[in-house]
């Protein structure tokens, strides 16, 4: 299984968790916003990187 499987299995758990206890909205806004925020907090340089490797993954 890749990384990036493990993250979005992961993501699901905790959207499932939550949802029972915030609603689907606010699960929903947890899960997709922690790794906007994420990403945003990376400077430039991490940016165009993370960017790279991502691109090499899928062959291009």
């Not at 993501?11 to 949802?19: I, N, Q, R, W």
Request: net charge positive; aromatic share 4%; hydrophobic share 50%.
């Amino acid at each position: 299984m890749s990384t990036r499987t493990k993250i979005v299995i992961g993501g699901v758990a905790v959207g499932l968790l939550l949802m029972p206890l915030i609603g689907f909205w606010q699960s929903l806004l947890v899960v997709l916003g922690v790794p906007a925020v994420a990403y945003l907090m990376l400077d430039p340089g991490q940016r165009r990187r993370l960017r790279r490797v991502s691109r090499r993954e899928i062959g291009r």
